[in-house]
């Protein structure tokens, strides 16, 4: 019953180092989503798939990218590494892309960035 | 874009004591969610409101869901030190994604 699990869980980079987040749903939901939480800032939509092979921006798209190639599994990437992206994020997944479809999350991935 | 705003940002409370977190739309929303995140822990869905004027409720968590369907609340009866944790309402924003609001953290003393 894993549900969606995220890898790593902790990371430290340094500034222009880049790194692949990983995702995994067993749920055979057809939404992914990536998002980031600061604190007091709630959480922030990165960008977001519909289904397999689709990507698209979400609110705080900039710095990162993204990618679909199977349904299961949405990669967060970042390029080069900034100190701003220093942040906890986590991975969500919904049947559908309903805004009435509860989302359910990952254990989170805590990021630094030095 | 669309955005939903919670108040308080943070609560203390002495256990025993009642909760209640505010959640305010700009605009009337199709629906609401809540969602519950421990410390250190992801976001958890509680419960999702859809009428006007809505409430239900979970144990010692009451939810309502405004006559405008504007703004929404959860309330906690007596709480208990198992409570703690910031509390998250979500409404629909553009492309039906969510919009999460800033959450309330809710510390319980024993």
């Not at chain 1, 349904?71 to 390029?79: A, I, P, R, S, W």
């Not at chain 2, 739309?25 to 869905?45: C, D, M």
């Not at chain 2, 999460?100 to 809710?106: A, D, H, P, V, Y």
Request: charged residues 15%; contains cysteine; aromatic residues 10%.
């Amino acid at each position: 019953n894993a549900g969606v699990t995220q890898t790593p869980k902790f990371r430290v980079l340094k500034t222009g180092q880049s790194m692949t987040l990983l995702c995994a749903q067993d749920m055979n939901h057809e939404y992914m989503y990536w998002y980031r939480q600061d604190p007091g800032m709630g959480l922030r939509l990165i960008h977001y798939s519909v289904g397999e092979g689709t990507t698209a921006k979400g609110e705080v798209p900039d710095g990162y990218n993204v990618s679909r190639l199977k349904k299961q599994n949405f990669l967060l990437g970042l390029e080069s590494a900034a100190p701003s992206q220093t942040s906890v994020y986590f991975c969500a997944s919904s049947s559908t892309g309903n805004s009435n479809q509860p989302q359910h999350f990952g254990d989170g991935t805590r990021l630094s960035i030095l | 874009g669309q955005q939903v705003m919670q108040i308080p940002q943070y609560q203390h409370v002495q256990e025993g004591e009642d909760f209640t977190t505010y959640c305010n739309s700009s605009t009337t929303l199709s629906n609401i969610q809540w969602y519950k995140q421990r410390p250190g822990g992801h976001p958890v869905f509680l419960i999702q409101l859809v009428k006007s004027g809505e409430v239900k409720k979970q144990k010692r968590l009451t939810f309502q869901f405004g006559e405008a369907k504007k703004n929404s609340s959860l309330h906690i009866t007596a709480t208990q030190t198992t409570d703690v944790g910031t509390y998250f309402c979500a409404g629909p924003a553009a492309g039906n994604m969510l919009t999460f609001g800033g959450g309330t953290r809710l510390m319980v003393k024993p």
